[in-house]
C-alpha cells in the first residue's frame, strides 16, 4: 500500500551548467574583473612587444614566442589562480556550508567553476590572438590539425589548472592570505615556463623544475600551434614532444581531481 | 523504529562532542516533534551551534544517537537534504546577482521546489525582487536567506540566530514569517539570543549552558515561572513601593481597602523569561 518514492538524485552536469551559468553572470557583472582578467594579458603582451623586438631564430621574433606563453600564463592564471584565491574567500563567508547544505551534488560545484574558467579563458584568448595577429605578426594555425591541437592543450590545460586551484584552495588558512599564498605561486611558475623568457636559455636545472609543472607543457603545446615547424629544433628536445605534453598535463588533472577529493573542505577551518 | 520515531523530527540521545578535550556538548537529550517550534536558548560558547551543526549534518558527533527526519544526520544524502532547510548565520555573497535569480537557482537543487516568485513574495521581497542582493539592506539580505532555506519546501527548518541585526519592525515581519511557516505544518528548530522571540515564537524552549541541556519547558511555565513569586508594585507616599507575595489578590485586595478604592500607579509583575533563565544559566555558572 505505501507508496515507494523513487530516490531523488540530482543531475550533476544539468546542476554544474547552471551553476557555471551563475557564476558567469557574477562574474561578467563585477566590471573591474572583467577589466583586469581581459586587459591585463593584453597589456603585457602590448609593453613586452614593444621592448623586445628582436628575432630569436630565423623568421620568429620573440614577440611571437612571448604570445604562446602569454596565452598559456593567461590560462594558468584564470584558472589556477582565480580558483586558488577565490574559493578560501568563499569558504570563508560561507558560500560552500550553505551549498553543502543543500541537497546540490557536490560535483555540480566544480563543474561550475570549471565552466567559468573556462568561458573566460576562451575569451581571453581570443582577444589576445586578435591583438597578437593585428599587431605582432602572429599567423593564426592553417591546418586543422594545428586548430585540433590548441583546441586539446587548452582543454587538458585549463581543466589540470582548475582541479589544481581548488586543491590549493585548501592551503590557505584564511580566505585573505590567498593572495599572498597564491600569486607567488603562479608568479615563479611564469618565470620558469617559457612565458616571459626563452625557455631553452633558462639554467637547466630551472628547465628540471618546471618540466614537473603544467605550465611548461602548456606554453610548449601552444608553440607547436603558431610557431613556425622548423622552431620545433630550438625546443629541449629538438621536437614539439606532444605526447609528452598530453601525458604530464593528464597526469596532472589525475593528481589535481585526486587532491580535490580527498583535501577540499566545505567549511572553515575552526567548524569541525 | 520504535513508534515514537513517527512523531518526531529530531531525537537526540547522550549527545557529546569535545574538542581537543574540552567538551562543548556534553549529554544533551531532545526531542522535538513535527510540527513544533523548538527554541534552544543558551549563551554564547554554550555548545548551541555545535549542537545545531551535528543536527545539520555538518559535524561529526563524539557519541550519542541523533535522529533527524528519521536519518542519521551524519550519513546525509540528497535525499535528506532535500527535506530540511537551513538558514545559517553568515550571509553576503551573491552580491551581483538579483533576488530572483538566486532563488529561482537554488529551487534547481531540490525535487519539488515551491513557486521561486511566490517565495520571494513570502518573505517580504516582493518589491525586491529585481534588485541585486549587494543592494538589499542586512534585514532583506536576511529574508533572502530564508527564501534559500525554503525553496525547497522543507519538513524541518534550521533557523540560527535569524533576527540579530534587525530593527524592531523588521523582527516582527520576521516572526510572522517564522509562524506563517509553522501553521503550514513546517518543524522549526531555531536558535536565538533573543528571550522575547523565543517566547513569541516557541512551543518549548530548551535552555543550554555549558554543554548541558539545563530545562525543556514551554516558555510560560519555564524555571517555575507561572508559580513564582509575584511582585506588586504601586506608588505609596513616600515613593515607589513593591512587595512580593505568593498572594498578590489578596495582598492588593487589603491594600485597595487602605487606600480606599484605586490604587497609584498599581502593577503586578511575575518574572519575565530573561530573569527565568539569567536565573538558570547563573546558577549553572556557580
Redesign the interface.
Known amino acids: 500500500m505505501t507508496a515507494v518514492t523513487a530516490r531523488f538524485r540530482p543531475n550533476p552536469v544539468r546542476i554544474g551548467l547552471l551553476r557555471g551559468g551563475l557564476e558567469l553572470r557574477q562574474f561578467a557583472r563585477g566590471r573591474e574583473s572583467v577589466i583586469f582578467s581581459f586587459m591585463f594579458p593584453i597589456l603585457l603582451l602590448v609593453i613586452f612587444g614593444a621592448i623586445f623586438n628582436f628575432d630569436i631564430a630565423p623568421g620568429v621574433k620573440f614577440t611571437q614566442y612571448f604570445v604562446t606563453g602569454m596565452i598559456a600564463a593567461a590560462q594558468l592564471t584564470n584558472a589556477f589562480q582565480t580558483l586558488a584565491i577565490q574559493i578560501p574567500i568563499e569558504r570563508d563567508r560561507g558560500v560552500l556550508k550553505r551549498l553543502a547544505g543543500s541537497p546540490m551534488p557536490p560535483s555540480a560545484y566544480f563543474i561550475g567553476k570549471f565552466i567559468m574558467v573556462y568561458v573566460v579563458g576562451l575569451i581571453s584568448t581570443a582577444l589576445v590572438l586578435l591583438i597578437a595577429t593585428l599587431f605582432f605578426g602572429l599567423h593564426l594555425p592553417t591546418t586543422g590539425a594545428k586548430w585540433l591541437t590548441l583546441i586539446w592543450v587548452t582543454f587538458l590545460g585549463v581543466l589540470a589548472c582548475t582541479l589544481c586551484g581548488i586543491a590549493f584552495s585548501s592551503i590557505p588558512r584564511e580566505g585573505k592570505r590567498a593572495p599572498a599564498v597564491v600569486t607567488p605561486v603562479a608568479l615563479v611558475l611564469q618565470f620558469i615556463s617559457g612565458v616571459f623568457f626563452v625557455f631553452t636559455q633558462l639554467p637547466k636545472w630551472m628547465q628540471q623544475v618546471a618540466a614537473i609543472f603544467p605550465l611548461k607543457w602548456m606554453t610548449q603545446g601552444m608553440r607547436s600551434v603558431f610557431l613556425p615547424e622548423s622552431f620545433a629544433q630550438q625546443e629541449p628536445a629538438g621536437s614539439w614532444e606532444l605526447g609528452k605534453v598530453a601525458l604530464v598535463l593528464g597526469a596532472w588533472v589525475v593528481i589535481g581531481l585526486a587532491l580535490c577529493l580527498l583535501t577540499f573542505r566545505w567549511t572553515a577551518r575552526d567548524d569541525r | 523504529m520504535d513508534a515514537m520515531t513517527d512523531d518526531s523530527a529530531i531525537t537526540v540521545r547522550g549527545l557529546r562532542k569535545a ?1 581537543g578535550g574540552t567538551a562543548a556538548v556534553d549529554g544533551v537529550d531532545i526531542e522535538v516533534r513535527r510540527g513544533e517550534v523548538f527554541a534552544l536558548l543558551g549563551p554564547n560558547g554554550a555548545g548551541k551551534t555545535t549542537t545545531v ?1 551535528i543536527l ?5 558527533r563524539d557519541d550519542g544517537a541523533v535522529r533527524v527526519l528519521d536519518k542519521d544526520p551524519q550519513h546525509a544524502d ?2 535528506w ?2 527535506r530540511i532547510g ?1 538558514v ?10 538579483t533576488v530572483r ?1 538566486v532563488v529561482s ?2 529551487a ?4 519539488a521546489p515551491d513557486d521561486p516568485a511566490k517565495v520571494v513574495e513570502r518573505v517580504g521581497l516582493g518589491e525586491k525582487r529585481d534588485a ?1 542582493a549587494k543592494t538589499l539592506s542586512g534585514g532583506q539580505q536576511r529574508r533572502l536567506d530564508v527564501a ?1 532555506g525554503i525553496v ?1 519546501r522543507p519538513e524541518l527548518l534550521f533557523l540560527d540566530e535569524p533576527t540579530t541585526g534587525f530593527d524592531p519592525q523588521a523582527r516582527r515581519e520576521f516572526w510572522e514569517l517564522v509562524r506563517d511557516l509553522a501553521a503550514a505544518g513546517t518543524t522549526i528548530l531555531l536558535t536565538t539570543h533573543y528571550l522575547d522571540e523565543a517566547e513569541a515564537l516557541a512551543n518549548r524552549v530548551g535552555v543550554i549552558a555549558r554543554g548541558r541541556l539545563l530545562e525543556v519547558a514551554p516558555p510560560s511555565t519555564l524555571g517555575g515561572r507561572n508559580k513564582a513569586q509575584a511582585t506588586v508594585h504601586w506608588m505609596g507616599a513616600d515613593g515607589p513601593c513593591e512587595e512580593p507575595t505568593d498572594s498578590p489578590t489578596e495582598f492588593v485586595l487589603a491594600l485597595s481597602r487602605q487606600y480606599q478604592g484605586e490604587i497609584p500607579e498599581l502593577r503586578i509583575s511575575r518574572p519575565t523569561l530573561e530573569d527565568i533563565y539569567l536565573k538558570m544559566i547563573g546558577e549553572d555558572v556557580k
Do not use: S, V
Open positions: 574538542y551543526e545539520e549534518g555538518y559535524r561529526k540528497a535525499d537534504r532535500a537551513i545559517l548565520q553568515n550571509t553576503g555573497e551573491f552580491e551581483e546577482l535569480e537557482h537554488f534547481h537543487y531540490y525535487p541585486k534559500l525547497g
